[in-house]
């Protein structure tokens, strides 16, 4: 007998991933299978890969769509680009660029790991420093996780940029973009970013099960002579089959194909700049109601705010687990847990993907009664208020599709 049945109503979930899927996507993936090899999917394909680029803000990158979770994605981006024994300076910020620094090791890179306190971002003056003193090149790449899930730290991606300008350095820079692409400003073209990759069921609002990757025409090059050994996510056998028109080299997910295009055209009917400005709607309000419960935002500087979680702290008399657990069990609301060195002491608001202003109220409503619940000296309603204020005075009109519709 299960444990848990059936709860009246939606499920809340604000989870940093994954999200909330719109039902567009959801009718769009309501179909039977097909046969890859006929024309329909590769069409399909093509506009995809044309269409993703648009998120990525690229011209030049070639994407892949693999059938992978963002592991696969880190995966694909480092063993096509580099080979066993090279050297990567990768950024350890919290439980995710430690669990990609973890892979780097096992996949037998010299990993030189700049470590940060967890709530704060990527020491870039230890980049400069190491950047300008590899005189004869060894360090083959730079590896950063844009946006850390389990601090809410956003890390400056164009002062990396700079750094490795103003060095002179060759070395790739390959970007962990998986709560961040679709949902913060992301611009691989201008900021010289060789491999980035995210997951489907992250901002793109898709269940999870594709990993995708943008490479530079550089990350390309550095392909042709890499070493890594790679089967499944070849790039080499991905270009074979897309000079040849038929774009997959083995069998594709239909369902999220279909449910992919749909989330793009409502990305796009939506605008990507207004879906950033939306997002920052979103992790503003969130910060001002932690601030008016009398909590402190993990992320230790404004800088580093995240606009797509907040990893909220707790006072040490009470277990963040306990907040998760409680809110799930009453009230049907996932929140997320403090991971790894965090654990007990945060938890995970999530607000990123298809969301809106008035779905975060009713989760950030419910933060507060489980707050209270819990024990902790909250004043009902003064969280809600403080991002009510701010949302009513910063949410733009809805666009409607005609100007008659108005009257």
Known sequence: ????????????????????????????????????????VPALTKTLLEDIKQIFKTTTGTPFLFPTTGTGAWESALTNTLSPGDRIVSFLIGQFSLLWIDQQQRLNFNVDVVES?????????????????DTSHTIKAICIVHNETATGVTNDLSAVRKILDKNRHPALLLVDGVSSICALDFRMDEWGVDVALTGSQKALSLPTGLGIVCASPKALEASKTAKSV??????????????????????PSIQLLYGLRAGL??????????????????????????????????????????????????????????????AWKRYNLSLGLGLNKVAGKVFRIGHLGNLNELQLMGCLSGVEMVLKDIGYPVKLGSGVAAAAAYLSNSTPLIPLARTDQLQ
């Not at 007998?1 to 809340?12: F, I, K, Q, S």
């Not at 709530?119 to 950047?131: P, R």
């Not at 605008?271 to 109601?289: D, P, Q, S």
């Open 117 to 133: 306190d967890w709530g704060q971002g990527a020491d870039l003056a230890v980049l400069d420093y190491k950047l300008r003193t």
């Open 230 to 251: 790679r089967v499944f996510f070849d790039w080499k056998d991905y270009l074979k089959f897309y000079k040849m028109g038929t774009y997959w080299p083995y069998t």
């Open 1 to 40: 007998m299960a444990d848990y049945v059936y709860g009246p109503g939606r499920t809340h979930l604000f989870v940093p991933g994954p999200v909330n899927i719109p039902d567009q996507v959801i009718r769009a993936m309501n179909r039977n299978n097909e046969d890859y090899r006929s024309p329909a």
């Open 265 to 326: 055209d409502l990305i796009f009917e939506e605008g990507l700049e207004n879906i950033i400005k939306r997002h920052n709607r979103l992790g503003t309000a969130t910060r001002l109601a932690v601030e008016a419960w009398g909590l402190k935002n993990c992320t230790q500087k404004e800088e580093w705010f995240s606009d797509t979680v907040t990893a909220v702290v707790v006072p040490p008399y009470i277990d963040s687990s306990e907040i998760v657990k409680h």
